[in-house]
């Protein structure tokens, strides 16, 4: 295995009676790299995400996890931590007590598991001792966050781990993140929410109907031959609705100009004469005061990628 690939996956198959819920699936993760892991529901994350923490076995292909080839369930290296569906969490015992219980579980003295010290990491000092089971959604996905980063994993798998965050929830959750990778650890983020991948994530697979049909960096998904639909805010919308009928390879798609009150129109273009367009605005002496596009490339390709899967072209 190449040692710079935390998971390695060639062609794993998995079925579930006749249901097939992984067909041929490859996958590469680096060390140190944040990978997403996105597709519709049925997709077959779930059942990939239980793979790489060893609560399955693959039916058919190979699995090799920081190094060591799975070949039955639970055999994964002590190395990997993480939670499916939500972490298993006691709702009667203290956020405390919980990292105690698992932490001699595992054979470890409560007293220097670090207990405090992943509690810090991500935001939970405060409720330390409140029990579990009055948690939000939010508040128990970074317990169970903590609870992973208290064995020290080398592989960090998560399942929505953005669920029920709120903002300020969510950034910490990210910065811990993108500290663990930055400290060498992998980390497999699944998620329905593309905003969070594409802060998140360096790259990303793209799963339906249990097929990877898109693994690779972010930037592949951006590529300058997709046309995308992408929102213009001026100093003058007038003149940015002339500007952009004049300019080759651009389509105005909705004007909201010629209200008094509006400044955005919506354009569909590709990137290189979107450039030009700002170009154009610029030398004009039209400020762009925003351009973003209506929907992200992340989820753009997306739903392009998936749509096309399950109508079988």
């Known amino acids: 295995m190449d040692a710079l690939l935390a998971v390695r996956a060639r062609g794993i198959t998995k079925c579930f009676g006749e249901v097939v819920a992984l067909d041929g699936v490859d996958l590469d993760v680096t060390q140190g790299q944040i990978h997403g892991l996105v597709g519709p529901n049925g997709a077959g994350k779930t059942t990939l995400l239980g793979l790489l923490l060893g609560l399955a076995v693959a039916d058919g292909g190979r699995l090799e996890i920081l190094g060591t080839p799975v070949e039955r369930a639970l055999a994964v290296s002590d190395g990997v931590a993480g939670f499916v569906d939500g972490p298993g969490l006691y709702p009667s015992l203290t956020a405390r007590q919980n990292l105690a219980a698992l932490a001699r579980l595992r054979g470890h003295d409560a007293r220097s598991a670090g207990i405090d010290e992943v509690l810090d990491q991500v ?67 699944s998620s329905h929410r593309m905003d969070d991948l594409e802060a998140l994530c360096s790259e990303v697979t793209i799963l339906a109907t249990g097929r990877v049909v898109f693994s690779g960096p972010l930037n592949k998904l951006a590529s300058e031959n997709r046309e995308l639909d992408y929102r213009v805010r001026t100093s003058d919308p007038r003149a940015a609705r002339r500007l952009a009928d004049d300019t080759d390879g651009i389509r105005v798609v909705e004007d909201t100009g010629m209200r008094q009150d509006a400044e955005v129109l919506v354009v569909r273009a590709m990137v290189p004469a979107l450039d030009e367009l700002v170009a154009h605005l610029v030398r004009s002496g039209v400020a762009v005061r925003e351009l973003a596009p209506v929907v992200s490339p992340l989820e753009a390709a997306f739903l392009a990628l998936t749509e096309r899967q399950e109508d079988g072209r």
């Open 123 to 189: 935001g939970l000092t405060d409720v330390a001792d409140d029990k579990a089971r009055g948690f939000s959604l939010g508040m128990r996905q970074r317990l169970g966050l903590a609870a992973a980063l208290l064995t020290k994993p080398r592989l960090l798998v998560l399942d929505e781990p953005s669920n029920g965050l709120d903002p300020s929830g969510k950034r910490h959750v990210h910065r811990v993140l993108t500290r663990l990778a930055a400290d060498g650890t992998s980390v497999v983020v």
